[in-house]
């Protein structure tokens, strides 16, 4: 078995694919929305990234957020957006993609989302800021609807303050090989 590992890590190594990890100290993520008062925005505290890249693709690509990380710095919205994604019941929001294809400055694909239990697939389509030997950075943004996930936009104050279906999830997202 070890010779097996040892021969399949000098192949990837020989033919540049690597094993990638997020470097959460230089990564960030949000998620933007509106309200029937004003925008609005949350801070997510503890996400991980991994897969696998080569020169023209990233394989089983796993992106994880704890829910109950996600921050907007009233503890009304967070308690109200923990409630609609169900934090209890699902902790961790995840998208995994099997194959993304890597082209020119761009990495782009399908994968699937789950939020609250709900699964949908998704286009992902991220923008290479810079690419090197060790590291690569990728920015981009995922506009989803809640409703598209069984999520009930929140309300407060009665319902008289309505938040807006659609959420945009932004990500500038460092990875180490």
Same mark, same amino acid.
């Given at each position: 078995?070890?010779?097996?590992?040892?021969?399949?890590?000098?192949?990837?190594?020989?033919?540049?694919?690597?094993?990638?990890?997020?470097?959460?100290?230089? &990564?960030?993520? =949000?998620?933007?929305?509106? &309200?029937?008062?004003?925008?609005?925005?949350?801070? /997510?505290?503890?996400?991980?990234?991994?897969?696998?890249?080569?020169?023209t693709?990233?394989? =089983?690509?796993?992106?994880?957020?704890?829910?109950?990380?996600?921050?907007?710095?009233? &503890?009304?919205?967070?308690?109200?957006?923990?409630d609609?994604?169900?934090?209890?019941?699902?902790?961790?929001?995840?998208?995994?993609?099997?194959?993304?294809?890597?082209?020119?400055?761009?990495?782009?694909?399908?994968?699937?989302?789950?939020?609250?239990?709900? &699964?949908?697939?998704?286009?992902?389509?991220?923008?290479? /800021?810079?690419?090197?030997?060790?590291?690569?950075?990728?920015?981009?943004? /995922?506009?989803?609807?809640?409703?598209?996930?069984?999520?009930?936009?929140?309300?407060?104050?009665?319902?008289?303050?309505k938040?807006?279906?659609? /959420?945009?999830? =932004?990500?500038?997202?460092?990875?180490?090989?």
């Open positions: 078995m070890m010779k097996y590992l040892f021969i399949m890590a000098v192949l990837f190594g020989f033919f540049g694919a690597g094993q990638i990890k997020l470097n959460a100290e230089k &990564s960030t993520l =949000n998620i933007t929305g509106t &309200s029937s008062l004003h925008d609005w925005e949350m801070t /997510v505290d503890e996400f991980d990234v991994t897969g696998v890249i080569t020169e693709q990233v394989q =089983n690509l796993k992106a994880t957020i704890k829910a109950k990380s996600m921050k907007s710095g009233k &503890s009304i919205m967070d308690g109200k957006a923990y609609a994604v169900q934090a209890d019941d699902f902790p961790e929001i995840i998208f995994m993609a099997k194959t993304l294809e890597i082209k020119g400055n761009s990495i782009s694909g399908k994968g699937t989302l789950e939020i609250g239990g709900k &699964s949908l697939l998704i286009d992902l389509d991220s923008k290479i /800021v810079k690419q090197g030997t060790s590291e690569i950075q990728l920015q981009g943004k /995922v506009p989803l609807k809640m409703t598209d996930f069984d999520i009930t936009p929140p309300t407060a104050m009665f319902g008289t303050l938040t807006g279906d659609e /959420v945009v999830i =932004n990500y500038d997202i460092f990875l180490t090989k």
